[in-house]
Nanobody
Framework: QVQLVESGGGLVQPGESLRLSCAAS????????MAWYRQAPGKQRELVAG???????NYADSVKGRFTISRDNGKNMVYLQMNSLKPEDTAVYYC?????????????WGQGTQVTVSS
């Protein structure tokens, strides 16, 4: 199973930027589908952005044009660059991995990192 550790969260003002990082353990990372989810207080966890092993990406409509997901397979890292942050982006952000066969199928979650956007 993949172990995931997020970092990079914090408190920023509206309009500012943050970059979240997710470090994944284990081999075969390049085959994994990776994603960022978020969960705001009182709301369900939602998909923010995902990136396939091919490099294809998908985004929630609410973050298109502002957030960019990327991966560095050599370093087993996934990133979420968040620009033009809004108060409604405030949430705990979770890194997610789906590992297909061989080595899977399995799903893994990180512990989450808090992002707060407030003036």
């Amino acid at each position: 199973q993949v172990q995931l550790v997020e970092s990079g969260g914090g408190l920023v003002q509206p309009g500012e930027s943050l970059r979240l990082s997710c470090a994944a353990s284990g081999s075969i990372f390049s085959n994994d589908y990776m994603a960022w989810y978020r969960q705001a207080p009182g709301k369900q966890r939602e998909l923010v952005a995902g990136i396939a092993s091919s490099g294809n990406t998908n985004y929630a409509d609410s973050v298109k044009g502002r957030f960019t997901i990327s991966r560095d397979n050599g370093k087993n890292m996934v990133y979420l660059q968040m620009n033009s942050l809004k108060p409604e982006d405030t949430a705990v952000y979770y890194c997610y991995a789906f590992r297909p066969p061989p080595g899977g199928p399995s799903s893994s979650w990180g512990q989450g990192t808090q992002v707060t956007v407030s003036s």
